[in-house]
């Protein structure tokens, strides 16, 4: 079975800090891959997708950036840590089915607090 | 852009009991699907349930079905026999078919409250 992996689970960090998010996932190959960002009390808002190895979309202008180094391994990254990035961000999963409607899969997610 | 809609900030319902969570959204794509997660104080999102747009049936999964009413854009979530433990939030999530890739746009959510 396919299970995600997140780390870590909580982090605070100074303004202007760097940042590295990893997310690893098991059991399946070439999954489409996503990072979310949850703001307190609101819904998830998609930060990045990827279809493949070195293949990152953007959908808002933001100061994070992702990459994916290998097949199930996806990074989100930052230079300088702004107090706005703090939020619970999320990574996901999907196998790229369209029938299923790239049914999507869940990590337990990175609270991230920047002070 | 397409958008979804939940009107209810905060549900309450007896155990057992069954509830149904609103959700309505907005696009001109022919093709998309429909989503339920449940995300408990935890933080985690539980997939629950999928309805494609040409589905002709109403999806079920155990205690969860989805009443979709296409031409209402409705895709609205039916808990039934309530317990304890479907306390949590619930959002309902959209994506386009063609080559969206999957990405989901989320409602704001609503936090449900099972009354013992």
């Known amino acids: 079975s396919q299970t995600i992996h997140q780390w870590p689970a909580t982090l605070v960090q100074p303004v202007g800090s760097p940042l590295s998010l990893e997310c690893t996932v098991e059991g399946t190959s070439n999954p489409n891959l996503y990072w979310y960002r949850q703001a307190a009390g609101r819904g998830l808002q998609l930060l990045f997708y990827s279809i493949g190895i070195d293949q990152i979309s953007s959908e808002v202008p933001q100061n994070l950036s992702a990459s994916r180094p290998q097949d199930r391994q996806f990074i989100l990254s930052s230079k300088k840590l702004l107090l706005s990035d703090s939020g619970f961000y999320l990574c996901a999963w999907s196998l790229g089915i369209p029938d299923r409607g790239y049914e999507q899969y869940f990590g337990p997610g990175t609270r991230l607090t920047v002070t | 852009a397409q958008k979804i809609t939940q009107t209810q900030p905060g549900m309450f319902v007896q155990e057992k009991e069954a509830v149904t969570l609103d959700c309505t959204y907005d696009?001109?794509?022919?093709?998309?699907?429909l989503f339920w997660y449940k995300q408990p104080s935890s933080g985690e999102m539980i997939f629950l349930i999928y309805?494609?747009?040409?589905?002709?049936q109403n999806a079920t999964e155990g205690r969860y079905s989805l009443n979709f009413q296409k031409a209402r854009k409705s895709a609205n979530l039916v808990i039934s026999a309530s317990q304890l433990g479907d306390s949590a939030m619930y959002f309902c999530a959209f994506n386009a078919g063609g080559t969206s890739y999957g990405k989901l746009t989320f409602g704001q959510g609503t936090i449900l409250t099972v009354h013992p």
């Open positions: 696009t001109s794509d022919p093709s998309y699907g």
């Open positions: 309805q494609g747009s040409y589905d002709q």
